[in-house]
């Protein structure tokens, strides 16, 4: 009922920046949380960062002061800017949202099909 597509990723150089967006369509009566998760190969997935519908944010620690996330409710879309990349940020960038559909009462988890970012040193 909601599809998640992410734009963005590519290959970049240490030290540059790169800015994802990820835009939610189909069955939206609201989002509760948009966020994004990374997974590198052989690695857990790991959350990057959350914005919630009121506006409260969840950064990873080690991310904190590099990595920045907004949004634009009217598209339902968010944004993840990367800045000073660095070779171990290289990983699938996984959008993720919390969906109330229409006509429902609680809200469903949504995945994107990710996007690669590589970062070279």
């Known amino acids: 009922q909601v599809q998640l597509v992410e734009s963005g990723g590519g290959l970049v150089q240490a030290g540059g920046s790169l800015r994802l967006s990820c835009a939610a369509s189909?069955?939206?009566?609201?989002?509760?949380?948009m966020g994004w998760y990374r997974q590198a190969p052989g690695k857990q997935r790991e959350l990057v960062a959350a914005?919630?519908?009121?506006?409260?944010?969840n950064f990873a620690d080690s991310l904190k002061g590099r990595f920045t996330i907004s949004r634009d409710n009217a598209k339902n879309t968010v944004f993840l800017q990367m800045g000073s990349l660095k070779p171990e940020d290289t990983a699938v960038y996984y959008c993720?949202?919390?969906?109330?559909?229409?006509?429902?009462?609680?809200?469903?988890?949504?995945w994107g099909q990710g996007t690669q970012v590589t970062v070279s040193s």
């Open positions: 993720s949202a919390n969906v109330v559909n229409i006509g429902a009462t609680m809200g469903r988890n949504y």
């Open positions: 189909g069955s939206i009566a609201s989002i509760n949380v």
């Open positions: 914005l919630t519908r009121g506006g409260s944010t």
